[in-house]
């Protein structure tokens, strides 16, 4: 059983305040690189895809589960990360400058976006975030010097100083390399004032306002890093496919991404990622659970639609916290055994709202 103490001021602000946790990571850390010496090549190849998953769950994570603005439009987001990158290394831009440009005009894109989408909240912000992703889908469609049409373009393989990384381990390093980079920034960002004024805004927009916040200032800015960091996934993304397409960057890919946030669990960088794997690995389960099933249901069409819907329902009804939420009870139950009590995380009803409905 371990209780802790702060005796000095820095120990809350300890990334990994115990020996355990140290040797946790330092051991998942250790896993993570020995993986392609130890698994298949369509393995590693799936774990790219995996961890590419997870840097734009983190990236909607940002808006959605610590600002609260809701978008259903993020896989446009993909696609301007992914086009632009693709465009860049055509014209012999060199990787280590493509991928951050990449990433820097999704970002000028989402706070062109969330110029407007501000002025909304709700629903009416979520069928914004659509129709934009309908129209980035559409000019995508359209623009062929750039993104070639509906034809599509080859994406050229990712060299580093003469070095391909085109290969599966080469590249599983190189999105594991981002998506460390993108967790750390992530991480600092929400453990500074900043990440407590996005946090106070998701809460209650009227608070924020009467103690002095720039609402509007901070949303963009959510806006902006949000797509900022769905860019490079989408970046990343182009590498992975080879071959880019409108039809690559659907809606269904951004309903992916708001599955990943809410049933990893909204206003966790863990639960981000925790929820991509998730999200991530059902098609491959529900592929090999297809023979054991019923032919009227194994070639029933949406079949993998209605799995996502009805994971999403068990989560919502019976741990609205999310995988994160399940992780911190499991933790909370290894700490204090034999002394823990199922009523530490009874939910209790609310009666009140901090914000009246306009």
């Avoid at 034809?151 to 594991?176: D, E, M, N, R």
């Avoid at 989408?234 to 880019?244: E, I, K, M, R, S």
Wanted: aromatic letters at 10%.
């Amino acid at each position: 059983m371990r209780f802790d103490y702060h005796t000095r001021y820095r120990d809350a602000q300890a990334l990994l305040r115990t020996p355990g946790e140290r040797w946790a990571y330092a051991l998942l850390g250790v896993a993570l690189l020995a993986l392609p010496w130890v698994a298949s090549r369509f393995v590693v190849g799936e774990a790219s895809y995996l961890v590419i998953l997870a840097i734009a769950s983190l990236g909607l994570m940002l808006l959605t589960g610590y600002t609260g603005q809701v978008s259903l439009g993020h896989a446009a987001f993909m696609a301007v990360g992914a086009y632009a990158h693709a465009w860049l290394l055509g014209r012999g831009v060199p990787l280590p400058l493509s991928l951050p440009a990449a990433g820097l005009l999704a970002a000028g894109v989402g706070a062109l976006l969330g110029l407007p989408a501000i002025r909304v909240s709700g629903l009416y912000l979520a069928m914004v975030t659509l129709a934009f992703s309908v129209l980035v889908t559409h000019v995508a469609g359209h623009w062929t010097s750039v993104t070639g049409g509906f034809t599509g373009i080859a994406v050229p393989s990712p060299q580093v100083a003469g070095w391909s990384l085109g290969g599966p381990a080469a590249f599983y390093y190189l999105c594991l390399a981002v998506l460390v980079v993108v967790f750390a920034a992530l991480l600092n960002v929400t453990r500074s004032s900043l990440g407590r004024a996005l946090v106070g805004v998701r809460d209650s927009e009227a608070a924020s306002w009467s103690l002095g916040l720039p609402v509007a200032r901070i949303k963009v800015m959510a806006f902006a890093g949000s797509a900022g960091i769905t860019g490079l996934a989408g970046a990343l993304l182009a590498h992975h496919l080879q071959y880019l397409t409108p039809d690559a960057f659907t809606l269904l890919l951004s309903m992916e991404l708001v599955l990943m946030v809410v049933i990893g669990g909204l206003g966790s960088l863990r639960g981000a990622i925790l929820g991509a794997l998730l999200i991530g690995l059902l098609p491959s389960f529900i592929s090999r659970l297809k023979p054991f099933l019923p032919d009227a249901v194994a070639k029933q069409f949406g079949l993998e639609t209605f799995v996502f819907g009805f994971v999403l329902a068990l989560f919502v009804l019976f741990e609205p916290t999310g995988l994160n939420g399940r992780w911190l009870k499991l933790r909370a139950l290894v700490e204090t055994f034999p002394l823990y009590r199922r009523d530490t995380f009874r939910r209790g009803k609310r009666y009140m709202k901090s914000e009246r409905y306009r």
